[in-house]
């Protein structure tokens, strides 16, 4: 039996006369069928396609794509970015912007390099934690090029099949090869892992052998990039691969002072004292505080507010800590202790809001089931 989804969508594509929607989904069921091994159905479903256009891979493409190398389900490993971002929308350490202005010098001039015997760094590896810019620093830096980007795919890239991943890379590197491109793969460890993890089985070993090697063999106008958050999971051969490496970092008070300014720049404020919001943000990265201002505005949409006043923003931002708290709780573990600790912090933030509602401790105590002590102590912690 297909997929029901699958069934649907046939059927509301044919009733719209959606006629791109209903030969996709018609192509979908007829890899779905491969894939469970049905070999009989999906020759069926292949010759009964054939009314409706001449059956083949490709046409799972998105638009503008059709020169894309493609995963075996058709769908493609790639996707190309044009990106617009410059340095004025980012904020980076004055050390690590000065990396990659200097990266661009060094890339724009290459020629130049060449001709006195000096290679240029062309295989550029991104550390550090979630949400301090190492996807934006590479729309930048393509930017600044005037490169495309390349943004490798992985749910298109990681197969089922043995061996295909492997096949996959090697396709993906074929394309970037001779073109002034940014090769981009995101989330690296995820096929860059340790080869002597014992958790691992034998195909990860296959990927990162393939990896290292398309590594080694990579020659384009362009740059690769690769970006983790857990440097530590990557495999050791994987480190010596790369010309350089830059670290990122949580934001410094100013650095986040700044990146609350670029996000808010078209707000309309009242005065809005940044440099107390970056205070009240230490341990935020640069996506927490894009949170925090995206909360704001939202805010103040939906509550009619034709200016936004701190007030707005310091309430968004003890909003995002709340929910850092309860992220960092389920990733710290699923046990009793983790759910109670949970718990102590939701009932302290509860106790909070009713006291500045002006509630007494024994009136708090009773709404939350706690004695006027411990709602004390939720309080002035």
């Known amino acids: 039996m297909v997929r029901s989804e699958l069934v649907v969508r046939l059927i509301e594509s044919h009733v719209k006369k959606d006629d791109d929607s209903f030969k996709t989904t018609v192509f979908e069921l007829i890899n ?5 091994g049905n070999d009989l159905v999906a020759g069926q479903l292949k010759r009964a396609s054939r009314g409706l256009a001449v059956y083949h891979l ?3 493409k998105p638009r503008g794509l059709e020169e894309l190398p493609t995963a075996e389900s058709g769908l493609p ?10 340095f004025d929308d980012i904020v980076l350490p004055i050390e690590l912007q000065n990396s990659f202005c200097s990266l661009i010098k060094e890339t724009k001039n290459r020629g130049t390099l060449h001709l006195w015997g000096i290679s ?35 749910d298109s890239l990681i197969s089922s099949y043995l061996g295909q991943t492997g096949n996959n890379l090697r396709k993906i590197f074929d394309f970037a090869r001779g073109k002034r491109a940014i090769l981009f793969l995101d989330e690296f460890d995820a096929i860059a892992k340790m080869r002597d993890d014992m958790n691992e089985l034998g195909e990860i070993k296959r990927i990162v052998n393939s ?10 106008e362009g740059l690769l990039l690769a970006a983790t958050n857990h440097p530590q999971l990557l495999d050791t051969a994987i480190w010596r691969r790369f010309d350089e490496v830059f670290w990122f970092d949580l934001p410094s008070r100013k650095e986040r002072m700044r990146i609350f300014q670029i996000h808010a720049r078209a707000m309309p404020l009242n005065n809005v004292d940044f440099d107390n919001l970056a205070v009240r943000t230490k341990d935020f990265s640069g996506s927490d505080i894009e949170k925090v201002v995206r909360l704001t505005a939202r805010k103040a949409v939906t509550e009619d507010a034709t200016v936004i006043s701190e007030d707005v923003f310091l309430s968004c931002i003890e909003t995002i800590k709340y929910k850092k708290i309860k992220q960092k709780i389920a990733m710290a573990g699923r046990n009793g202790f983790a759910q109670k600790k949970l718990k102590s912090e939701e009932l302290k933030k509860k106790a909070i809001e009713l006291r500045k509602e002006g509630l007494s401790l ?14 004390h102590r939720y309080i002035k912690d």
């Open 77 to 86: 490993l790639l996707e190309t970015r044009r990106p617009v971002e410059t």
């Open 211 to 220: 990896l290292v090697q398309n590594i080694d063999m990579f020659s384009s």
């Open 362 to 375: 024994e009136e708090i105590g009773e709404r939350i089931d706690k004695s006027p002590t411990t709602v």
């Open 120 to 154: 240029t760094p062309s295989k550029i590896l991104l550390c550090g934690p979630p949400g301090t810019g190492k996807t934006f620093s590479a729309h930048v830096l393509a930017s600044e090029l005037g490169y495309d980007l390349l943004y490798i795919r992985l």
């Open 58 to 60: 490709s046409s799972l």
């Open 32 to 36: 779905e069928e491969k894939s469970k």
